[in-house]
């Protein structure tokens, strides 16, 4: 059996594109809005993100009726391939997730983690039409 050798320098390329075509399947497949449980202490409530396109920029907004946040903007919205990062310092608040994607490529869900005052929360986004509350 005869084995084909890929030069380095093709096989590189081959890995950029691939990431920058991933990173760019997750900014387009992240727009619109994802909302999940954040559960702190007793309080249990319910939070959403709405991605949306600002030029060539990702931007988001944070709802949630419980915070008592309707529309509030995101400092800093980095999406990195699959994974996202979402800064309020005004609350602050930074929140982590990781795009978990289908073999068509579709975001499904984003599993991140909520940062604020020092606590950390684990929260699971799932895509919705419009926030629920």
Request: proline share 6%; net charge negative; charged share 20%.
């Amino acid at each position: 059996m005869r084995m084909t050798r890929i030069p380095l320098f093709t096989a590189s390329v081959l890995i950029f594109y691939t990431g920058v075509l991933a990173a760019e399947a997750t900014r387009e497949n992240i727009l619109g809005s994802w909302e999940g449980p954040l559960v702190i202490g007793r309080d249990n409530m319910t939070l959403a993100f709405t991605f949306t396109l600002q030029g060539e920029e990702i931007a988001a907004v944070l709802t949630s009726s419980g915070l008592g946040i309707y529309g509030m903007p995101a400092d800093t919205v980095i999406v990195d391939g699959p994974r996202i990062t979402i800064r309020i310092p005004r609350l602050d608040l930074e929140f982590t997730g990781v795009a978990r994607m289908t073999k068509s490529g579709a975001v499904m869900r984003i599993d991140g983690d909520w940062f604020q005052y020092s606590e950390m929360v684990p929260v699971i986004l799932l895509p919705v039409e419009n926030p629920s509350f």
